[in-house]
């Protein structure tokens, strides 16, 4: 169950979708499309479902090409962000709709939808509206739909964007229950990088219409290849400043400076960029070696277990993110401490130079 | 403001009483009409009605409007459904233009269109007959359809096809068994709307008509006849003319409703 895309391009009118694009996607576990709104991810999954054409290039499932082939043959199953269910059907009719089109016998239906209304909880709503479920049953309803048969490719379209808090949580902890052992090619489109992370397989950074990174989701978290992928894949943003090297030091600014790090040592002076994800900018010291950076609290955003803070060093803007609550005053200048064996640090053409060491994924992310 | 009954009442009153007068003058004879103002009827009779239910060239009348009109429906329905599926689901060239120069359609009365329908009608041998009128009402009932059932079809999210077309169904299929059960209010606002203008419509219906396909209309709106003045009997046409209209309404007040709130009746 491999699907493959061979230089896909999608164009239309006068405007690209989709850049040639080649990417083969694993048939293990959740393959999550990565990038913020309008990156292109819903386009992405319309051509893999066979909705959309490609203006040029191939799509190639489990050897063959299918291309051409029609949406209704592919054996394909799709869930959007928007709760989309039959709203002139019962729940019960709903989840059966793949297999009546598909002809299969009533006794067979019958079982197969109860043994999905089951997995999915929604057994006692089965003979209701969909009009009349609560968001997150709805969307049950729909993945149900997308459950009932047995699909080569599922793909999720941002399934749990809609959805309040608690709900999200909590169908996102049993989506990877759900999937398990089936064996089928899965696509999650997201654009919060905490969920890639939390859904773990592997993770496609999606921006401006490419895919500018594909792999193990967190080895493109730690190692993303440039800073485009590094700002899709950090929430809250990464950030990213100049740096100068000149002999053995490195120049943030005028107050900033610290040791060669290794990455840049074989390097000529010059130019470069890096990358500090906020939770390596803390209020107090965190990790060996820190470099204090002061700067004018703009914004603090204070969530039950963390801060994140906006502020201002030099010109530039800068977001930290602590452990804990931190009320800084707006307008107060403070301390920051940057973990600088974290940093990711980019060429002057905004390729990774060389990935930190010893980077963690963030506590929130687990929390 | 203990007034403030006062104002409601008086627009309801005014409201009310010409079909008051309607009612009153088809329980009244002739002579009682014509003799002076009486505000209700002094010698209550059933006859007007029990002329129009008995005599052929009065209930025909109705069966002529009734097999037109629901004709009429049915052609502008089907043939809107599709048309206004393009409108909500594609992008076309000159799509918007299209579907304003067919509400455009609406703004012409139908006594331009009289003559040259009589004259083309006449000459394919469709003269009085009822598909005749029929076809001349889907000139105006077609737009309206198209235009109502836009409204109804993009408030269906697109991705309701999509998920049709993944679990199998082709298009026919889908759209038959899950697109037309999801927009059944449209429908029903639709279908009223050509049934009411269908219904209502006098020029066109009489100028197409003689003996054989005449409505109520025309044969309630001639003034005199054989037998002189029939003020009681065009009263009570009157009064039963009303009926079809206020039952269909009745059916489909709910579906109005939420044609209201989609903003597009």
Redesign the interface.
């Known amino acids: 169950m491999s699907l493959e895309l061979r230089n896909v391009v999608k164009r239309v009118g006068g405007e690209t979708h989709i850049y040639d694009t080649s990417v083969s996607l694993h048939d293990q576990g959740f393959n999550v499309l990565l990038g913020t709104t309008l990156a292109g991810k819903t386009t992405l999954m319309q051509l893999m479902a066979g909705l959309e054409k490609p203006t040029s290039g191939e799509i190639w499932f489990n050897g063959q090409n299918v291309t051409g082939v029609s949406v209704q043959r592919r054996n394909v199953s799709v869930v959007h962000q928007q709760f989309i269910n039959y709203p002139s059907l019962s729940v019960f009719e709903n989840i059966a709709s793949p297999l009546r089109v598909a002809g299969m016998k009533r006794v067979e239906i019958d079982n197969r939808v109860h043994r999905t209304a089951e997995l999915l909880r929604l057994t006692p709503m089965l003979k209701r509206n969909p009009a009349e479920l609560s968001g997150g049953q709805q969307q049950r309803t729909a993945l149900a739909r997308a459950l009932v048969k047995d699909s080569d490719l599922i793909l999720l379209d941002e399934p749990l964007a809609n959805l309040d808090f608690k709900l999200r949580e909590e169908l996102r902890d049993e989506l990877p229950r759900l999937f398990a052992d089936r064996h089928c090619t899965v696509v999650y489109a997201t654009s919060e990088p905490l969920e890639a992370l939390l859904l773990g397989g592997h993770t496609a950074a999606m921006h401006e219409g490419r895919i500018t990174q594909y792999g193990p989701t967190a080895a493109v978290y730690r190692h993303p290849i440039d800073e485009t992928t590094a700002r899709v894949f950090s929430d809250p943003p990464i950030n990213i400043a100049s740096l100068i090297k000149s002999g053995r030091q490195v120049k943030l600014s005028e107050s900033v400076k610290w040791d060669v790090p290794a990455a840049l040592n074989d390097l000529p002076d010059g130019l470069y960029q890096v990358g500090v994800r906020p939770h390596l900018i803390t209020t107090k010291p965190n990790g060996r070696n820190t470099v204090p950076l002061t700067g004018t609290v703009q914004i603090t955003e204070l969530s039950g277990s963390e801060s994140v803070i906006h502020f201002a060093h030099t010109d530039m803007k800068w977001v930290s993110q602590s452990q804990g609550i931190h009320a800084l005053q707006v307008g107060a200048t403070e301390t920051f401490y940057v973990n600088i064996d974290g940093c990711l640090y980019f060429g002057a053409d905004g390729r990774l130079i060389e990935t930190p060491a010893a980077d963690a994924v963030p506590q929130a992310a687990t929390a | 403001m203990r007034l403030r009954w006062l104002v409601p009442t008086l627009y309801i009153l005014f409201l009310m009483l010409p079909i008051y007068w309607l009612v009153s003058m088809s329980f009244k004879t002739t002579n009682e009409i014509l003799g002076g103002l009486t505000l209700w009827p002094k010698n209550f009779t059933l006859d007007n009605y029990i002329t129009i239910l008995t005599q052929p060239v009065w209930y025909n009348g109705y069966i002529n409007s009734i097999i037109y009109v629901c004709m009429n429906t049915a052609i502008s329905v089907t043939a809107a459904l599709p048309a206004a599926y393009a409108f909500s689901r594609f992008r076309f060239l000159g799509d918007k233009h299209l579907f304003f120069w067919l509400l455009t359609n609406r703004m012409a009365p139908p006594a331009v269109f009289a003559l040259p329908f009589f004259q083309l009608y006449s000459a394919i041998n469709l003269f009085d007959t009822h598909i005749a009128v029929a076809l001349a009402h889907t000139l105006f009932n077609i737009p309206l359809a198209v235009w109502i059932l836009e409204g109804f079809m993009s408030g269906v999210?697109k991705?309701?096809d999509?998920?049709?077309?993944?679990?199998?169904?082709?298009f026919w299929?889908f759209f038959v068994k899950?697109f037309l059960?999801?927009i059944?209010s449209g429908v029903g606002v639709a279908a009223f709307f050509c049934f009411m203008f269908s219904w209502v419509e006098l020029l066109l219906a009489k100028t197409l008509t003689a003996v054989a396909a005449k409505p109520i209309a025309a044969t309630m709106t001639r003034t005199a006849s054989s037998s002189g003045f029939e003020l009681g009997l065009l009263a009570a046409a009157g009064a039963l003319t009303i009926i079809p209209g206020a039952v269909v309404i009745y059916f489909v007040r709910n579906y109005i409703a939420k044609g209201f709130s989609l903003g597009r009746v």
């Open positions: 999210p991705q309701l999509e998920t049709a077309y993944v679990d199998g169904y082709g299929r899950i059960p999801t059944r």
